[in-house]
């Protein structure tokens, strides 16, 4: 099942492929900026949800906040969408993109 | 309010205003998270639900997934807030009022105080403006108690990550 992802219907028989088996590790997961969530609690959902270390979570929680989004892993389609439904019960504004 | 840890379980010390506080919000959320689908506010259904699922283009057996997972996310919270209300209660006019929270309760607490930030603040429509103004904000007023619901659970939520961290 997609969700808020941007796909390509015409991708090559080895990337479905890759897809197929879990190997196609090119869906970003992408956390947006928002008002209301604090610092804090958006820095211990990337560790709590994604694993980070409390430098690489402070790192992409403040490019969350200055840049507006953070790539925050780049998946498999399935582990991906785990990493959504997860980040999205804590109340992050998060969508998956696929990359190159 | 303050914070500390008996155990592996934290002790939330409350004043008798929080307390009550606390428990409103609670029961709030509980009626809030009983609501089917489409009872919720338009703008809390698209805080909830990926934004190509709430346009037109969104597909049916994507909506009714969200819907699914919408639902059992509710029911848990409804339960937890339940008791939650219900124990706070039970603290009503005591003169030390220490809330208990289980260890394996932690993560539910600070998801379900946070949806109540979210959803307060997207029903009453506070801006970035209205958070950075809090104390300055007279003109506002209308805005003034949710405001104050909001950055009284910011402030829950910073303590007991301090102390839980």
């Not at chain 1, 997860?86 to 696929?98: D, H, I, N, S, V």
């Not at chain 2, 993560?107 to 997207?122: G, P, Q, V």
Request: aromatic share 10%.
């Amino acid at each position: 099942m997609t969700r808020n992802a941007t796909t390509f219907p015409d991708q090559d028989v080895k990337v479905k492929q890759k897809e197929k088996f879990g190997l196609d590790k090119g869906w970003c997961v992408i956390v947006w900026n928002d008002h209301i969530n604090t610092m804090t609690y958006v820095a211990h959902v990337f560790r709590k949800v994604l694993g980070f270390n409390k430098s690489k979570a402070k790192s992409h929680m403040m490019e969350v906040h200055v840049q507006g989004k953070s790539c925050v892993a780049k998946e498999n389609r399935e582990k991906a969408e785990l990493y959504w439904e997860q980040l999205q019960a804590y109340g992050l504004r998060t969508t998956l993109e696929k990359g190159d | 309010m303050n914070i500390t840890k008996s155990g592996r379980s934290l002790l939330i010390h409350l004043h008798e205003s929080e307390r009550e506080l606390l428990s409103i919000i609670f029961c709030r959320l509980e009626q809030q998270y009983k609501l089917s689908g489409a009872e919720w506010e338009d703008s809390l259904q698209k805080l909830w639900m990926p934004a190509d699922l709430i346009t037109a283009g969104g597909y049916e057996e994507e909506r009714e997934y969200w819907e699914e997972h919408r639902a059992e996310l509710s029911s848990e919270r409804a339960k937890l807030s339940f008791t939650w209300a219900k124990s706070l209660d039970e603290l009503r006019s005591l003169k030390n009022i220490q809330w208990r929270i289980e260890p394996e309760q932690v993560e539910n607490l600070l998801k379900i105080l946070n949806d109540y930030r979210l959803w307060t603040a997207c029903l009453k429509g506070l801006t970035e403006q209205d958070m950075q103004d809090f104390d300055q904000s007279v003109e506002k007023s209308h805005k003034q108690q949710a405001l104050l619901e909001v950055n009284f659970l910011a402030a829950l939520i910073e303590f007991i990550l301090h102390v839980d961290g």
